[in-house]
């Protein structure tokens, strides 16, 4: 019989490439810090032009608001610096966006659901109670750094939601659905966690 | 002689570094020595596992450079600067040493002696690799197969295995070399991209029904098979094994 | 198309893993056009989880996550899968 490892086997002198003197308090369990940004994505990239792109709230509430770009880019906007964390273990700190506030596109909004689901170009979708995306803690971005969002990493806009792992901030995004059940995403519905929680280390279903 | 149904799980296991092999200024080969190993077919592939001393992992998949040899299995790895794992099997690794190992893997993109019809292969930078172990099988197999070999490099000093290449040419084999960044003095051959033209130049007619196989980075993949499709190759009859953007 | 996009035989190790056979020579008909196709060649995109899709239409085939030592797949995008033992 050829030896078989049943453990992993630690190879000699190997580290990777992740950074070394990171402040351990600023990363959740199990995660490492990349310098670089790694592209994932589950689909090709879609290429939206700003003529037709819109960005719209839907579903349970008194009336669907809907901006076109330029009514988007006219929104008050903010500089965002968080950390995110990907469910694949990799973790970017300090990272820099520009965006609107979610708080600002559901001002004035009366809704009885308590869920939202993000939807996206491409038919990507991820969900989260309402409380979770609201009061400073979700903004959709446009701007990564001084540039504005590439298309490989969810431009012409984005969502950002840092404190749940990063699948729950859907690329190309275009609008959100307001419900009063919780409705499982792409993901959520084959495996990863429901809530998502990186400092609860909340990968797995079953987590 | 091979179904396509490899039996039992797949498991890690533990390969010894046997010999290490300057191919070009960024490309090594690595021999393993792999106890038990239950030879691979030309085109299939390893999976390599990395873990550091507190538990980090990456794990990469390595086409096989060479033909069926007992316990020894070549790996032809092109140095990624800053890369995850890359620079450490190219430059730490030392004869000895220990790393895990799973395969061979791949009943898809795979070629055989005994499969009929002229062979084209399109290789793109380190995609040549699964390639030349379809070369270096049809030659251990003393096989006869009307074979183009189409090899796009940015220079010549990025050509892998380009004396062995010249070697096994004749017999059947042509190999013909694009240089799309550089070329040495003197230089007749192709100087540009593959593109449909040169394919037609170079390759069978899709009348000689050949069987293809293109592998490298993900464009060049995506040009090659568009090309061949649109001179007429039946679709199915093309394989490709995309590296992503940067290959493996 | 995209720069990521692998095919299908990128992640025969995994699929090796799981099923105990050797799956991309294994032909699937998609659930969306119903063209059939080896699973070597479809389009695999890498995001949180792992993506197959269609060559043909791009409907999704199948998702694949991988935690420790449990791996779920939605195969629901397959219409059926044939496979030689």
């Known amino acids: 019989m050829p030896p078989r490892a049943v453990k992993p086997v630690v190879s000699r002198g190997w580290r990777g490439r992740r950074a070394a003197d990171v402040d351990p308090e600023r990363l959740p369990p199990g995660q490492y810090v990349t310098s670089d940004f790694p592209v994932l994505s589950a689909g090709p990239t879609p290429h939206t032009s700003l003529e ?16 076109t770009w330029e009514e988007f880019r006219a929104l008050p906007s903010e500089e965002i610096t968080r950390d995110i964390h990907c469910v694949n273990k990799w973790s970017k700190l300090d990272t820099v ?7 600002t596109l559901l001002e004035g909004i009366e809704t009885s659901g308590g869920y939202v689901t993000q939807f996206s170009d491409g038919g ?56 009063s059940t919780d409705e499982p995403g792409f993901w959520e519905t084959n495996g990863y966690h429901n809530y998502g929680d990186p400092w609860q280390e909340q990968r797995y279903q079953g987590d | 002689m091979a179904g396509t149904a490899v039996p039992g799980r797949l498991s890690w296991q533990l390969a010894e570094l046997a010999e290490v092999v300057v191919e070009t200024p960024r490309v090594k080969t690595i021999v393993f020595d792999v106890p038990g190993w239950p030879s691979h077919r030309a085109g299939q592939h390893v999976d390599i596992r990395l873990t550091a001393e507190d538990g980090y992992q990456a794990e990469r998949s390595f086409s096989i450079a060479s033909a ?33 190992l799973r395969g061979p893997i791949g009943g898809y993109f795979v070629w055989e002696p005994s499969e009929r019809g002229p062979l084209m292969l399109v290789a793109g930078g380190s995609g040549i690799v699964p390639l030349m172990a379809m070369i270096r099988t049809r030659e251990a197999a003393g096989d006869d197969t009307e074979t183009v070999l189409l090899y796009s490099s940015r220079s010549r000093d990025d050509v892998i295995y380009r004396d062995e290449l010249e070697r096994l040419s004749g017999n059947g084999l042509a190999v013909v070399h694009a240089l799309t960044d550089s ?66 | 198309m995209d720069e990521l996009m692998l095919d299908g035989n990128a992640i025969a190790g995994l699929l090796q893993e799981v099923f105990a056979v050797e799956m991309t020579t294994a032909v699937g008909t998609c659930g969306g056009c119903g063209a059939p196709g080896p699973v070597g060649a479809v389009h695999v995109y890498r995001g949180a989880g792992i993506v197959l899709r269609c060559p043909h239409c791009g409907n999704v085939l199948a998702k694949i996550v991988k935690g420790d030592s449990r791996v779920w797949i939605d195969s629901t995008g397959i219409r059926t899968l044939e496979v030689t033992v």
Not at chain 1, 57 to 65: A, C, M, N, T, Y
Not at chain 1, 97 to 103: A, I, L, Q, T
Not at chain 1, 151 to 176: C, D, N, Q, T
Request: aromatic fraction near 10%.
């Open chain 1, 52 to 67: 037709l792109w819109d960005f719209s709230i839907v579903g349970e509430l008194d009336e669907p608001r809907k901006w």
């Open chain 1, 97 to 103: 966006w520009r965006g609107v506030s979610v708080d």
């Open chain 1, 124 to 179: 990507y979708t991820t969900n989260l109670p309402l409380e979770d995306i609201t009061a400073g803690k979700a903004w959709v971005v446009f701007a990564y750094g001084d540039e504005p969002l590439e298309p490989e990493h969810g431009g012409p806009a984005r969502m950002l939601v840092p404190r749940h792992y990063f699948w729950k901030s859907a690329k190309w995004i275009r609008g959100l659905r307001l419900h």
């Open chain 2, 68 to 100: 069926a040899d007992g316990t020894r299995v070549a790996l032809t790895v092109q140095k990624i600067e800053d890369g995850e794992v890359s620079p450490y099997l190219t430059e730490e690794l030392r004869p000895g040493d220990k790393i895990e």
């Open chain 2, 183 to 248: 070329q040495p003095p003197g230089w007749t051959g192709y100087a540009r991209r593959v593109d449909a033209e040169m394919l037609a130049e170079v390759g069978p007619r899709p009348a000689e029904r050949p069987r293809v196989y293109a592998c490298g980075p993900t464009p060049f993949v995506e040009a090659v098979a568009e090309a061949l499709v649109r001179l007429g190759h039946d679709p199915l009859a093309i394989k490709t094994e995309r590296f992503g953007p940067t290959g493996r």
